[in-house]
């Protein structure tokens, strides 16, 4: 089935600086990728929708300058966290419409100190 | 989110049923998705129904969907200690998926 690998698994990361979370769909081609957020003990915030080669389309409240998304390739998009901050330390997932329903990443627990 | 409500724990004897309900708002999802969410990890699709379908079984799982109510039920059968977990319904529209606070089923022996 369709399998989307998304690195790293954990992160830990000086306030200030940036981090680069990486999905990649694995023997198919993901057109559009979604980047969600998780609160602990909450459900999943979609913060935003990626088509390869296009602008992200981001969700109401969700700055697109801090949260940088590439999908430049149908395999691959990034998210980036600019100028982190303790706020923005979360579990990360990504998702894509390949396979039957949504196929998602493993999630990225980020913390920023 | 908003537009999906489901209740938030559940605990349950080894070897009995377990029976998660959940509501929806939106008449247009054309799917309905259960998933089930380890510690630390990503969802995991467990089922899903096609909204015209009433009834769905897959193994231990059944899903029952009652349109008019927009009720979802997710019934797992002889209950082990490996689906304690947090189980989330989801609906699709427009190819987004809107997802439920999650339910978390604690298994006790």
């Known amino acids: 089935g369709a399998v989307v690998s998304q690195h790293p698994s954990w992160v830990i990361c000086k306030s200030g600086t940036s981090v680069k979370i990486e999905c990649r769909s694995l023997d198919f081609q993901a057109t559009t990728m979604f980047w969600y957020r998780q609160f602990p003990k909450q459900s999943l915030m979609l913060m935003a929708t990626?088509?390869?080669?296009?602008?992200?389309?981001?969700e109401q409240g969700v700055e697109k300058d801090k949260f940088l998304i590439n999908h430049a390739s149908l395999t691959l998009s990034t998210l980036t966290v600019t100028s982190a901050h303790p706020e923005d330390s979360s579990f990360y997932i990504c998702s894509t419409t390949g396979g039957v329903g949504y196929t998602f990443g493993s999630g990225t627990r980020l913390t920023v100190v | 989110g908003e537009d999906v409500e489901q209740s938030l724990f559940l605990s349950v004897r080894e070897g009995d049923s377990s029976v998660i309900n959940c509501t929806y708002t939106d008449s247009s999802s054309t799917y309905l998705y259960w998933y089930k969410q380890e510690p630390g990890a990503g969802l995991q699709l467990l089922t899903y129904?096609?909204?015209?379908?009433d009834m769905k079984q897959d193994q231990r799982l059944t899903v029952l969907l009652n349109k008019k109510d927009k009720h979802l039920s997710l019934r797992i059968a002889d209950t082990q200690t490996g689906d304690s977990a947090i189980y989330f319904c989801?609906?699709?529209?427009?190819?987004?998926?809107?997802f439920g606070a999650g339910t978390t089923v604690t298994v006790r022996a």
């Open positions: 990626s088509n390869e080669g296009s602008k992200a389309t981001y």
């Open positions: 989801a609906e699709s529209n427009d190819y987004k998926l809107s």
């Open positions: 129904i096609f909204s015209n379908m």
